[in-house]
């Protein structure tokens, strides 16, 4: 039998779960996984004169080092900052009976991204009250459209 390589796999001939190393830029925030998952800012990389990555807590602090293969570092994903209606309109399932808005997802980075958030019955009529009380507290201060 001939061994066929399938072209939606990334790697071929690589263990499963495994992933290459990170390798931050100067500036980066990265999780040391040898530090309990410390996270810090790379102040240093490998290179002339150095010969690991130096990382210091975001808010300063004591510096520390990471081996220079990257092997212990791991990306530090971008945070949530808020969720926002996508101007696209809602879908009531009545088999499943929630309904789904479209809403667009922003990070602290300032990228975004377009997810759907599902509703019970009982988060659609929590939701509608919650609504409906920000409405009335607007009119209360006079604002309109």
Known sequence: MTRRTTSHLPVQDAE???????????????????????VGVVVARPGEGVTTYH??????????????????????????????????????????????????????DGGTSEAVLILSPGHLELYACQVERIIELRKAHGETS
């Open 55 to 108: 990382l210091r807590p975001p808010g300063g602090g004591k510096e520390w080092s990471a081996p220079a293969d990257g092997t212990t570092l791991k990306p530090v994903p971008s945070q949530v900052t808020h969720v926002t209606p996508h101007r696209r309109d809602v879908v009531y399932d009545h088999r499943t009976q929630q309904g789904a808005l479209p809403v667009r997802v922003h990070f602290d």
């Open 16 to 38: 499963l779960g495994t992933t290459p190393p990170f390798h931050p830029r100067l500036g980066d925030l990265a999780r040391d996984t040898a530090r309990k998952g410390r």
